[in-house]
């Protein structure tokens, strides 16, 4: 009976001989201890409901067996795993409270929870932490052990581990810390008592307490244990202590006492490289600039991630005033790594020290965008008070450093929007206010100017240099009102113009062609009658554009925009335009007209920036007409291809995937200007491929790739996104299924990104051509959780949100074709891809629905559903075996029939196909699939005749079989 899983008649049958045995105390140990054997066997096979079963009634038999009991509690620990899998925490917590009040068993059970929760804990899941403190904390309130104290502490601190690098506030971390201490505290002193080993627990309240900044205590009790304890602590806690013991002396500023346990440390182990380059930074910290050097010149020797050495060095040169060297080294580290965006800050200092102004202002740049990113991202930094100040100070000296640089360059338009950064977020520099007010001197804005210098003194009354700046302005307004004209153009700023952008730049709102300074140099509003913009060779005719009314002896700024013709993406080099701006206004009755002329750069339509990621999308269009033709076929060449019942946007985008491989698509660098490097830089021009161009030229930089991969998803009806990490950019999909359902589809949190309620899929599209789709998927997912991990905030942003603000321009080139020839290597490798899906997303149902199988042997429904899983899976020969024992219980089953036809069918066996899909359809006529699948096997059998006649049968059952099996009314002509 146990052979062929009878579990429950094998226990009743062992039952009943007890009840018959002549010698019961013989009979029962005997029953007993092979019922807890196969208990443990049970265990090895899934069937854990049926051990715990075993093993109870093992112990009902022989209550104070020691091997029995042990077993109990091995059934009992896989028994809660298997709940806690299933998501019923509180399930296992009933089971435990029913143990409370059975003193042989109590401690076993209680035990038993505390590990499982301990494994639990150790999941890189919040879910997963949350439920292994919240069944800890009950552990404690029926038990108040020393033991679970310490454990749960250990849980709070993989909590901080967790909570950490994510999406939450200081406070909160706080709060966790104070956790960690609380329980580890209680947890140390309890274990300490017992003599029980407590030195696990003692680390990480140590841990804890250096984070809030109790350092002289971490000092006094680590000491205290190094003292007395270190013969019994094993080499790794030896140095454990030692390390939190050096933190703590670094915290205090001993740096000598720190030094001295670090050189204990590096004796205990000198391969420990994390160790030596935590040597290296207290070092630095102590300002030992070339011992630190030294330290890691010697690590960068076989280093695996050799930036992090060579920034670090660069760091050191900059502080220990070695400019050219820093810079040296800080280049050399962003050439390995582009993806520290702090390095550029550092580097930008190394420049701007030594003198290199140009190269200091582009760094700059890039750092501010960085630290603008993070400020703005503080809930998910977990930034302290002290940190947010730093970084809010660095930001700070950074742009006054672009601003003094673009001042000197005589840059007045970027100067002028670094000050007015500036005295946004500090209002009370004075320094900001001034220089923003030379600015406007220099801009022609005299009446901004008074303004600004005025707020200067108004926080410096005493400051010679602002009080001059304001008297010389005084003169400069009066001799303009001599001069000028009513309204006067002070200046035209026109920023390069790209022409994929072309649509955008109509829409003041989407995008500005530029502004116009305007100066009204009375002491009455003028209203403006008219404004035209007017580029020629490439407009037919003047844009108006609205103009509101100038106040009375002040500056404004004009917003202007062109609707400029779609034969502007023709043009594939860069060239200097004028742009005319034509004013008219009414003076004392009389009209008059002012206009002022600029000249302006107009990319090729490939050029672009990456000022704003969002500009990608300008190169992706979802109504692409070749495109939109192109999915449909591809669409047809996979519609006879298995599907499993597997998601169908995961399904079409490895379809894209594999077909755009097959084409020849493949990743291929550009060394002079690879996005790693341009897209730090928001000035940097950067050459963009538009998709049709990818394909034809079958590759591009990681950029083209995703744009190529997105345009051919969303004309395929599948939402992307991209996703934008420093010096990277990669694809995302939306797969369809809802955040709450992410579990019950099979999928991991670790391998999809959930943005609300919508669950996305991370692509890693330079794998193209090298790596299917399944790799690029798990290489695009891991990527993504490496960046937010080390702090970098990926970001993703839908395609349908950048095209509110860029809308996309399709451009294809003269004589562009799009076909789709795929191979049957295709079609192969979809086939493998869709067994992988299955596996990687059924494994779980498989086990659930085995479970139900083995203990429902006789439940039609769940055989036929267990035996699609079986087949969905590949497991075709058991699918086939269940399959026929349904059919024996249910012989007139169409389901089961028609699923029997289905293996057939995929094995070749076309005859015996046809046979079970006539059966199924003698049951169930109304069922047009059932004849489809008869049109298919008859086809696939060579005979054509009986096919259309199935299908025509199936079309006139349901007119929509038409539309979906059209490609068979193809192959039957």
Same mark, same amino acid.
């Given at each position: 009976?146990?052979?062929?899983?009878?579990?429950?008649?094998?226990?009743?049958?062992?039952?009943?001989?007890?009840?018959?045995?002549?010698?019961?105390?013989?009979?029962?140990?005997?029953?007993?201890?092979?019922?807890?054997?196969?208990?443990?066997?049970?265990?090895?096979?899934?069937?854990?409901?049926?051990?715990?079963?075993?093993?109870?009634?093992?112990?009902?038999?022989?209550?104070?067996?020691?091997?029995?009991?042990?077993?109990?509690?091995?059934?009992?620990?896989?028994?809660?795993?298997?709940?806690?899998?299933?998501?019923?925490?509180?399930?296992?917590?009933?089971?435990?409270?029913?143990?409370?009040?059975?003193?042989?068993?109590?401690?076993?059970?209680?035990?038993?929870?505390?590990?499982?929760?301990?494994?639990?804990?150790?999941?890189?899941?919040?879910?997963?932490?949350?439920?292994?403190?919240?069944?800890?904390?009950?552990?404690?309130?029926?038990?108040?052990?020393?033991?679970?104290?310490?454990?749960?502490?250990?849980?709070?601190?993989?909590?901080?581990?967790?909570?950490?690098?994510?999406?939450?506030?200081?406070?909160?971390?706080?709060?966790?810390?104070?956790?960690?201490?609380?329980?580890?505290?209680?947890?140390?002193?309890?274990?300490?008592?017992?003599?029980?080993?407590?030195?696990?627990?003692?680390?990480?309240?140590?841990?804890?307490?250096?984070?809030?900044?109790?350092?002289?205590?971490?000092?006094?009790?680590?000491?205290?244990?190094?003292?007395?304890?270190?013969?019994?602590?094993?080499?790794?806690?030896?140095?454990?202590?030692?390390?939190?013991?050096?933190?703590?002396?670094?915290?205090?500023?001993?740096?000598?006492?720190?030094?001295?346990?670090?050189?204990?440390?590096?004796?205990?182990?000198?391969?420990?490289?994390?160790?030596?380059?935590?040597?290296?930074?207290?070092?630095?910290?102590?300002?030992?600039?070339?011992?630190?050097?030294?330290?890691?010149?010697?690590?960068?020797?076989?280093?695996?991630?050799?930036?992090?050495?060579?920034?670090?060095?660069?760091?050191?040169?900059?502080?220990?005033?070695?400019?050219?060297?820093?810079?040296?080294?800080?280049?050399?580290?962003?050439?390995?790594?582009?993806?520290?965006?702090?390095?550029?800050?550092?580097?930008?200092?190394?420049?701007?020290?030594?003198?290199?102004?140009?190269?200091?202002?582009?760094?700059?740049?890039?750092?501010?965008?960085?630290?603008?990113?993070?400020?703005?991202?503080?809930?998910?930094?977990?930034?302290?008070?002290?940190?947010?100040?730093?970084?809010?100070?660095?930001?700070?000296?950074?742009?006054?450093?672009?601003?003094?640089?673009?001042?000197?360059?005589?840059?007045?338009?970027?100067?002028?929007?670094?000050?007015?950064?500036?005295?946004?977020?500090?209002?009370?520099?004075?320094?900001?206010?001034?220089?923003?007010?030379?600015?406007?001197?220099?801009?022609?804005?005299?009446?901004?100017?008074?303004?600004?210098?005025?707020?200067?003194?108004?926080?410096?009354?005493?400051?010679?240099? +602002?009080? #001059?700046? !304001?008297? %010389?302005?005084?003169?400069? $307004?009066?001799?303009? &009102?001599? /001069?000028? @004209?009513?309204?006067?153009?002070?200046?035209?700023?026109?920023?390069?113009? +790209?022409? #994929?952008? !072309?649509? %955008?730049?109509?829409?003041? $709102?989407?995008?500005? &062609?530029? /502004?116009? @300074?305007?100066?009204?140099?009375?002491?009455?509003?003028?209203?403006?009658?008219?404004?035209?913009? !007017?580029?020629?060779?490439?407009?037919?005719?003047?844009?108006?554009?609205?103009?509101?009314?100038?106040?009375?002896?002040?500056?404004?700024?004009?917003?202007?925009?062109?609707?400029?013709?779609?034969?502007?993406?023709?043009?594939?080099?860069?060239?200097?335009?004028?742009?005319?701006?034509?004013?008219?206004?009414?003076?004392?009755?009389?009209?008059?007209?002012?206009?002022?002329?600029?000249?302006?750069?107009?990319?090729?339509?490939?050029?672009?920036?990456?000022?704003?990621?969002?500009?990608?999308?300008?190169?992706?269009?979802?109504?692409?007409?070749?495109?939109?033709?192109?999915?449909?076929?591809?669409?047809?060449?996979?519609?006879?291809?298995?599907?499993?019942?597997?998601?169908?946007?995961?399904?079409?985008a490895m379809q894209l995937y594999t077909i755009l491989e097959d084409a020849g698509i493949a990743y291929s660098a550009d060394p002079n200007q690879s996005y790693s490097k341009v897209s730090m830089h928001g000035d940097q021009l950067d050459f963009l491929q538009f998709p049709s161009?990818?394909?034809?030229?079958?590759?591009?930089?990681?950029?083209?790739?995703?744009?190529?991969?997105?345009?051919?998803?969303?004309?395929?009806?599948?939402?992307?996104?991209?996703?934008?990490?420093?010096?990277?950019?990669?694809?995302?999909?939306?797969?369809?299924?809802?955040?709450?359902?992410?579990?019950?589809?099979?999928?991991?949190?670790?391998?999809?990104?959930?943005?609300?309620?919508?669950?996305?899929?991370?692509?890693?599209?330079?794998?193209?051509?090298?790596?299917?789709?399944?790799?690029?998927?798990?290489?695009?997912?891991?990527?993504?959780?490496?960046?937010?991990?080390?702090?970098?905030?990926?970001?993703?942003?839908?395609?349908?949100?950048?095209?509110?603000?860029?809308?996309?321009?399709?451009?294809?080139?003269?004589?562009?074709?799009?076909?789709?020839?795929?191979?049957?290597?295709?079609?192969?490798?979809?086939?493998?891809?869709?067994?992988?899906?299955?596996?990687?997303?059924?494994?779980?149902?498989?086990?659930?629905?085995?479970?139900?199988?083995?203990?429902?042997?006789?439940?039609?429904?769940?055989?036929?559903?267990?035996?699609?899983?079986?087949?969905?899976?590949?497991?075709?020969?058991?699918?086939?075996?269940?399959?026929?024992?349904?059919?024996?219980?249910?012989?007139?089953?169409?389901?089961?029939?028609?699923?029997?036809?289905?293996?057939?069918?995929?094995?070749?066996?076309?005859?015996?196909?046809?046979?079970?899909?006539?059966?199924?359809?003698?049951?169930?006529?109304?069922?047009?699939?059932?004849?489809?699948?008869?049109?298919?096997?008859?086809?696939?059998?060579?005979?054509?005749?009986?096919?259309?006649?199935?299908?025509?049968?199936?079309?006139?059952?349901?007119?929509?079989?038409?539309?979906?099996?059209?490609?068979?009314?193809?192959?039957?002509?």
């Open positions: 009976m146990l052979a062929n899983g009878r579990y429950s008649e094998a226990l009743g049958a062992w039952q009943l001989a007890l009840e018959k045995c002549s010698k019961p105390t013989r009979m029962a140990e005997y029953i007993a201890l092979h019922l807890s054997e196969e208990a443990l066997k049970m265990i090895g096979k899934k069937e854990v409901t049926e051990a715990k079963r075993y093993v109870e009634y093992a112990l009902q038999l022989q209550p104070t067996d020691k091997q029995i009991i042990a077993r109990y509690g091995m059934v009992h620990k896989a028994y809660y795993e298997y709940l806690i899998g299933l998501g019923e925490s509180s399930a296992m917590l009933d089971d435990v409270k029913k143990h409370l009040e059975k003193p042989a068993l109590k401690s076993l059970i209680l035990h038993t929870a505390d590990s499982v929760s301990s494994i639990l804990g150790l999941e890189e899941s919040l879910a997963s932490i949350n439920t292994a403190i919240t069944i800890k904390k009950k552990l404690i309130e029926w038990d108040n052990n020393s033991e679970y104290h310490a454990t749960l502490a250990m849980a709070y601190a993989e909590l901080y581990e967790y909570k950490r690098v994510r999406d939450v506030t200081a406070p909160e971390i706080e709060s966790i810390l104070r956790e960690i201490i609380k329980y580890g505290q209680s947890g140390y002193n309890g274990l300490k008592q017992a003599k029980f080993g407590y030195f696990d627990v003692h680390l990480t309240l140590l841990q804890a307490m250096n984070a809030t900044g109790k350092y002289d205590d971490v000092q006094k009790q680590a000491g205290a244990e190094l003292g007395s304890a270190a013969q019994a602590m094993s080499k790794k806690i030896q140095k454990s202590y030692r390390k939190i013991l050096a933190d703590s002396y670094a915290g205090q500023k001993k740096y000598d006492l720190a030094e001295a346990e670090y050189k204990t440390l590096v004796s205990l182990d000198p391969s420990d490289r994390q160790t030596q380059s935590s040597f290296a930074d207290m070092l630095t910290e102590a300002g030992k600039y070339d011992v630190a050097k030294g330290m890691l010149q010697q690590l960068l020797v076989n280093a695996d991630q050799p930036a992090d050495y060579i920034s670090r060095i660069g760091k050191i040169e900059l502080l220990n005033g070695r400019y050219a060297e820093a810079s040296f080294q800080l280049e050399k580290a962003i050439e390995a790594d582009p993806s520290v965006s702090m390095n550029y800050g550092y580097l930008a200092e190394a420049y701007d020290l030594a003198g290199n102004t140009l190269k200091a202002q582009d760094n700059y740049e890039v750092a501010i965008n960085y630290l603008e990113r993070t400020l703005n991202n503080v809930n998910r930094n977990n930034l302290t008070a002290t940190d947010m100040g730093l970084l809010r100070s660095k930001r700070e000296k950074y742009i006054m450093a672009a601003a003094r640089i673009s001042t000197e360059k005589g840059e007045k338009e970027e100067a002028g929007v670094y000050y007015e950064k500036l005295t946004q977020i500090n209002p009370k520099s004075a320094a900001a206010w001034h220089g923003l007010g030379n600015v406007y001197v220099q801009s022609g804005r005299i009446y901004d100017a008074l303004a600004s210098f005025d707020k200067a003194l108004s926080l410096e009354s005493d400051n010679k240099t +602002y009080s #001059a700046s !304001f008297t %010389n302005t005084i003169q400069l $307004r009066e001799d303009a &009102l001599k /001069n000028q @004209t009513p309204l006067a153009i002070v200046d035209i700023h026109v920023k390069d113009i +790209y022409p #994929a952008l !072309f649509k %955008n730049y109509a829409d003041i $709102r989407q995008l500005p &062609l530029g /502004n116009v @300074t305007l100066a009204n140099n009375t002491a009455d509003m003028i209203l403006p009658t008219s404004v035209s913009v !007017f580029i020629a060779d490439f407009m037919s005719q003047p844009t108006p554009v609205s103009c509101t009314g100038i106040n009375g002896y002040s500056n404004d700024k004009l917003k202007i925009s062109a609707i400029l013709p779609e034969k502007i993406l023709e043009n594939a080099e860069k060239k200097s335009l004028t742009v005319e701006v034509v004013i008219s206004y009414v003076r004392n009755g009389a009209t008059e007209t002012i206009r002022k002329s600029t000249v302006f750069n107009l990319h090729g339509r490939n050029a672009i920036t990456w000022s704003d990621k969002r500009l990608l999308a300008a190169f992706v269009s979802p109504q692409d007409q070749q495109f939109i033709a192109f999915a449909k076929d591809v669409d047809a060449f996979y519609r006879t291809s298995p599907s499993y019942g597997m998601n169908k946007s995961i399904l079409k161009e990818t394909f034809q030229r079958k590759g591009g930089d990681c950029d083209d790739l995703v744009a190529l991969m997105s345009s051919v998803m969303e004309n395929s009806g599948v939402p992307t996104a991209y996703i934008d990490v420093p010096g990277h950019v990669m694809v995302a999909f939306d797969c369809g299924i809802k955040a709450a359902d992410l579990k019950a589809s099979g999928l991991d949190n670790k391998e999809v990104v959930v943005i609300g309620d919508h669950v996305w899929i991370p692509v890693e599209t330079t794998l193209l051509g090298s790596k299917n789709f399944m790799i690029a998927w798990k290489s695009g997912a891991d990527r993504f959780y490496e960046e937010l991990h080390a702090g970098h905030f990926p970001e993703l942003i839908p395609m349908s949100d950048a095209w509110k603000f860029y809308q996309p321009s399709s451009y294809s080139q003269p004589g562009f074709d799009l076909k789709m020839n795929a191979s049957k290597k295709a079609t192969d490798t979809y086939d493998a891809l869709v067994n992988q899906l299955v596996a990687k997303t059924r494994n779980q149902a498989v086990v659930e629905m085995r479970n139900r199988y083995n203990t429902e042997p006789n439940n039609t429904y769940v055989m036929n559903n267990y035996a699609m899983l079986m087949a969905q899976t590949g497991n075709l020969r058991e699918a086939e075996r269940v399959f026929l024992d349904a059919l024996k219980i249910n012989s007139d089953d169409a389901s089961v029939l028609n699923n029997l036809g289905n293996i057939a069918y995929l094995e070749g066996n076309y005859k015996v196909a046809i046979s079970y899909y006539e059966q199924a359809n003698g049951f169930d006529a109304e069922d047009a699939d059932i004849l489809i699948n008869l049109c298919r096997a008859n086809l696939a059998a060579g005979n054509k005749a009986a096919a259309s006649e199935w299908y025509n049968k199936a079309v006139t059952l349901n007119a929509e079989t038409g539309d979906l099996y059209i490609h068979l009314k193809t192959q039957l002509k």
